[in-house]
């Protein structure tokens, strides 16, 4: 009798509200509108990119084609419908990134959660199997999300020199004299100056984007489709370097004003509908590598799902790991919202229009920085000036300071930059320099470079500071100053540079020199850079 009544005791089941498919589509909404309030500026940062960046210029059309590719291939999927436990997974550590953001004011780990978080819903959703059957679609959506600025800085650099070698390389095949320094090309008269927008990267994310698409959509060997999405790297910069070339041609033949412009636009346009032709070339000459179907349109899937082909077969118990997701969601709401905006800590410091011009037996005059520079500079306040001490001794200080640093506005290595102005790097090291004054001892570390552009050379010591502390490490100096904005809410901080000749060849000389300047400056430092 007993285990009779054991027997006929039922289960736990789920609400059969939850069993239904309007209810589960419901619970998905909700997660979405949920995540979307969680990483609201994440959202917010996302769309002005897409709107306002011509490298992200197609990002408002990405989930439109997630969409369409998500349903395409889930019609085509008989895998079963069951709801999955990694999607909570995903979504955890978005949503985690998502406070990393709230705390640090820092854009790109927002950014990456947002996505990462969407992925998990879907995935808490539709379940691992289904999830697998459908990866093209998640990935795709992937190419919305903006490069972090740090590695667009590297990457617009190395498209820029790479493309301004070939095109001087053009340029001469069609015996024009043309000479290189660095991103400036010198057509004698007139100098052409390869320009980040000119880096090539409005070609290369929306082609990679576009090529990855026509990859899904090719019937091949997955060889092949690999093969047509990574073509758009060299077809990119292969293109690019004939747009520069072209422009200096035209230069040259008919002035300035033929990179300016309406010519200059269209020019644009006119070499990237000339990738998508190669792009497509190239993918009829692999249709004649293997199979017997040569037609290019056949080779392309484009056939949607038959009505009611592949209904999910939906299971019970489905929807926990989506309620898990909502649960999550709603935590993370409630603790952004608790953060809310922290006030930022802004140490005291003295401007640099008062930091003094006689320092020691050395003299200082101001050097100039055109208004091009500044803007691109975007510091908070800057330092130019050319101390000078007796005859041929010479050392510029530069120091760009940032009082708050956000994704894009942030001190760069001169590793990156100056190559683009046609210095070739010589040396490059990590040291340390040793300092005794007043019967204290200092220690700091420093880069130290030397770099050389025809017959000139020159000697350069440079460090980061970040929030109070110098580093050498670029990559270090993020590091400290993520951990600052999550910690104390401080962003602050900044480069120091200096600069010195090398006048007859005396490296040792010009260190030596170099160091003493640095050795009397460095006490005034703290009251300008806290």
Same mark, same amino acid.
């Given at each position: ?80 419908q069951t709801g999955g436990w990694w999607g909570v ?65 590297? %990457?617009?650099? $190395?498209?820029?020199?790479? =493309? *301004? #070698? ?7 095949? +069609?015996? /024009?004299? !043309? ?43 997955? %060889?092949?489709? $690999?093969?047509?999405?990574? =073509? *758009? #790297? ?7 370097? +004939?747009? /520069?070339? !072209? ?47 040569r037609s290019l349109l056949r080779r392309l899937d ?154 000139t050379r020159q000697l350069v010591y440079y460090w ?67």
């Open positions: 009798m007993l285990a009779s009544s054991a027997a006929a005791k039922p289960s736990l089941r789920l609400p059969a509200l939850f069993r239904q498919d309007a209810a589960l589509w419901v619970l998905v909404l909700i997660n979405c509108v949920l995540v979307t309030a969680a990483f609201y500026n994440s959202v917010a940062a996302t769309l002005d990119v897409w709107m306002n960046s011509p490298e992200y210029n197609y990002g408002l059309l990405v989930p439109v084609v997630v969409a369409l590719m998500l349903w395409r291939d889930l019609g085509r999927s008989a895998a079963p997974g995903l979504v955890g550590f978005g949503l985690l990134l998502g406070l990393v953001e709230a705390l640090s004011q820092t854009r790109f780990p927002g950014q990456v959660g947002l996505f990462l978080s969407f992925i998990g819903i879907y995935i808490a959703w539709q379940g691992e199997a289904r999830s697998r059957a459908t990866w093209p679609g998640l990935v795709f959506l992937l190419f919305g999300l903006p490069m972090a600025n740090g590695i667009q800085v590297i %990457l617009t650099g $190395a498209l820029q020199m790479a =493309s *301004s #070698i070939g095109a001087v390389a053009l340029i001469r095949l +069609v015996d /024009i004299p !043309v000479l290189r320094e660095g991103n400036v090309i010198d057509l004698g008269p007139i100098q052409l100056q390869v320009a980040e927008a000119c880096s090539g990267l409005r070609y290369l994310f929306p082609l990679a984007t576009f090529s990855f698409l026509c990859a899904y959509l090719y019937i091949g060997h997955p %060889l092949k489709k $690999a093969v047509i999405f990574l =073509s *758009s #790297i060299p077809i990119t910069i292969a293109m690019n370097i +004939v747009r /520069i070339g !072209v422009t200096g041609l035209l230069v040259d033949r008919f002035g300035v004003a033929a990179a300016e412009g309406f010519f200059h636009d269209f020019e644009g346009w006119i070499i990237y509908c000339a990738c998508l032709v190669i792009l497509a070339v190239e993918m009829k000459l692999l249709c004649f590598v293997g199979g017997s179907d484009l056939d949607l799902p038959a009505r009611d082909h592949g209904r999910a077969t939906i299971r019970e118990g489905q929807a926990w790991p989506s309620l898990a997701v909502a649960g999550l969601a709603l935590a993370a709401l409630l603790l952004v919202v608790g953060i809310g905006t922290r006030a930022e800590h802004a140490p005291m410091r003295s401007s640099f229009a008062l930091f003094p011009r006689e320092i020691g037996a050395w003299r200082g005059v101001e050097a100039p920085v055109d208004d091009e520079s500044l803007r691109a500079l975007n510091a908070t306040d800057h330092l130019s000036v050319n101390f000078v001490r007796n005859e041929g001794e010479l050392v510029n200080a530069w120091i760009a300071y940032y009082s708050s640093q956000y994704s894009g506005n942030a001190a760069h290595s001169p590793l990156v930059c100056m190559p683009g102005g046609g210095w070739q790097i010589e040396q490059a090291q990590e040291t340390t320099l040793t300092f005794s004054r007043d019967g204290t001892t200092t220690v700091i570390p420093a880069n130290r470079i030397i770099i050389a552009q025809g017959s980061f500071v970040e929030g109070g502390a110098i580093v050498t490490n670029e990559y270090h100096a993020k590091a400290r100053l993520f951990a600052n904005a999550v910690m104390e809410n401080r962003r602050d901080g900044a480069l120091v540079r200096f600069v010195a000749p090398i006048n007859g060849g005396d490296i040792a000389a010009v260190d030596t020199q170099m160091q003493s300047f640095i050795g009397e400056l460095l006490p005034v430092l703290p009251a300008y850079l806290p």
